[in-house]
Every structure is written in C-alpha cells, then in structure tokens.
C-alpha cells in the first residue's frame, strides 16, 4: 500500500476568516494608544503570535511599555477577540475547505493543523471540523513562531508522516517560508504575488479540485 501523506491545514485565512476579527480586536488596542493601524498593517500579523503582533503594533507608533502593561492588552486584545467568536459556527468555514477534507478523509490520507493561534480548538469545535483532525498544533505546544518550521514538524510527527510526505496549506509569507524550511510540499492560499515563494498557489479551496489532490496522494 502508498504511503499516506499528511495534510496539514493552517487555520486563520485557510480554514475561517477570523483575520477580520483579529484585525478588529487589534485595532481597538492601537486606537486607544492613538496608533494608526490599517488593513495593510494587519497584513504584518498574518501567521504571526499574538505577543509579536502586539510588539509589531507598538513599534508602528514608536510606543514604549512595561511588561505589565503588555499583558494586560495582551489579555484584553483576546477578550475582544473572543467576543467575536462567541456565535461563529459552520457558515464561517471558508468556501471549498469542507469538499477537500472530505476527499482526502474518503482517500485515507491524514490531516493536521497547524496554527499559531492559542485559539484554534474552540474555533474547530464550533465550526463542527474538529473529528477531521488527526492531530491538531496550535500556539499552545510550539515556542518559535514561523516561519520557524516547529509548528509543522510536530504537526508531521503526530501524523507519523516524513516532512517531504508532508503537504502545508498557508495563507502567510511566514507560514509559506516555515513549510519550505521544513521541506514539505508548500501550498499558498490568498494572493499569489505575496505567497510567491510556494509551490503551487490557489485563490482559495474552491480553485482545488481533486487532480491537484490525487497528484499530491500520488507524489
Ligand atoms: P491567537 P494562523 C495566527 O493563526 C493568525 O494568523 C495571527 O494573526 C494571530 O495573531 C495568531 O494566530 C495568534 O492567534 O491570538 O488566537 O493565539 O494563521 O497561524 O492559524
Ligand atoms: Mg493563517
């Protein structure tokens, strides 16, 4: 029998759209500390933790600040977030995710997340996905933010799966970068000039269709 390869999914921007509720959440913080914070600077955050997105924030308006007070926005930027989330469910899963993970369920092949969010369980949960996973590795069981590749190496390893059996779906440069590193197939979600440096690029999963899959399975 082939060698199952492992599928490993990043969560914001692939999976749901919550890169709008973070923005939101951040641009509280950053209005309150009277710092411009536009869509563009939301881009700089993509894939990247939330105590390096706060840093980024603070350095765009030259602001200075005591630990202490770091973790208290650092607390209330998630409290804001999470607001957000509180009625999320199915309808926020991006289009054309849920026919993938049914093929490659139906094709017997393992599926992994991988994520810098410490927030990504409950979004699997209430989005209904989480029996998809085989393994899930989010903010909570990796110390180096990508595009460090430990996120997807331990993603791989929970799967049994060598990094080159290996597939990462990313919307970041970070997170495009960190698949790279680790030698695995690297497959950019979003805009193809900004994820430039993947293998293959797709607007989004509905431009997947099940060739391009079966040549990833076959591989
Ligand atoms: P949290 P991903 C990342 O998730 C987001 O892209 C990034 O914007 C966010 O700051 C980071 O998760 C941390 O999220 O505050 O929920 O722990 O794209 O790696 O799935
Ligand atoms: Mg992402």
Known sequence: M???KGFIFDLDGVIV???KYHYL?????ADSLNIEFTHEHNELLKGVSRVRSLDIILELGSVEASQEQKD???VQKNEEYLSYLVDMDQSEILPGVVPVLDYLKANEQLIALGSASKNARPILEKT???SYFDAIVDGNDVSNAKPDPEVFLIAAQQLNTSPNDAIVFEDSV???QA???ANMTSVGIGDATVLHEAQHNFKDFTFIGTSFLNELIEK
């Open 25 to 29: 959440a951040w641009k509280k913080i």
């Open 174 to 176: 970070a997170g495009i």
């Open 179 to 181: 698949a790279n590193i």
């Open 72 to 74: 208290q926005w650092l």
């Open 2 to 4: 082939k060698k199952k």
């Open 128 to 130: 209904g996905i989480l």
């Open 17 to 19: 759209d919550t890169a």
